[in-house]
């Protein structure tokens, strides 16, 4: 499975060191240079992401020229923008993207979206992970990612934790 990823999904995972999940759930994993140069800009100014650097096995591609209408729109910060346009440039099989409105945006034109969840649960369900509760932890504590605690509840309920 070839996949397009947003800024959030790889640097919350490089920032709890497993950000391997990506390499070996997914066949390539892309992103665009917008997505290289946001994620190089965070790890610089914020003390969460400090001195992080993307995986060299991640490609790095040009972001298309032109958006989509629906893309321009919804006025996504530049990072999702490319990467929705990357994912219809490439034809990849998934767009991995956590934010609300960049899935919503991506959904109205078809894309199928995974997010960090999705990731977390596959990746415990191929046993390539003992544990998505130590992980969302981690991801709250370290990263400052948000999840619900309805669905938070749901997803440990739903891998047995």
């Known amino acids: 499975m070839i996949v397009v990823a947003d800024t959030s999904v790889v640097l919350n995972l490089c920032r709890i060191q497993h950000e391997h999940l990506l390499q070996k759930l997914f066949q390539r994993v892309l ?15 914020q003390k969460r992401f400090s001195g992080l650097v993307l995986p060299a096995w991640i490609a790095v591609l040009p972001a298309p020229k032109s958006f989509p209408p629906e893309v321009m729109l919804a006025e996504l910060d530049a990072g999702e923008a490319a990467a929705i346009a990357l994912f219809l440039k490439q034809k990849a099989d998934a767009l991995l993207i956590d934010e609300s409105l960049g ?14 969840i999705r990731i977390l649960i596959e990746a415990h369900d191929r046993k390539m992970i003992s544990s998505v509760k130590v992980l969302l932890d981690r991801l709250e504590t370290e990263a400052n990612f948000w999840i619900s605690p309805d669905l938070r509840r749901q997803v440990l309920q739903l891998v047995g934790e």
Request: zero cysteines.
């Open 103 to 116: 899935r919503s945006v991506a959904k109205k034109l078809g894309i199928r979206t995974i997010g960090m």
């Open 31 to 45: 992103i665009p240079d917008a997505v290289a140069g946001e994620f190089a800009r965070l790890a610089k100014i």
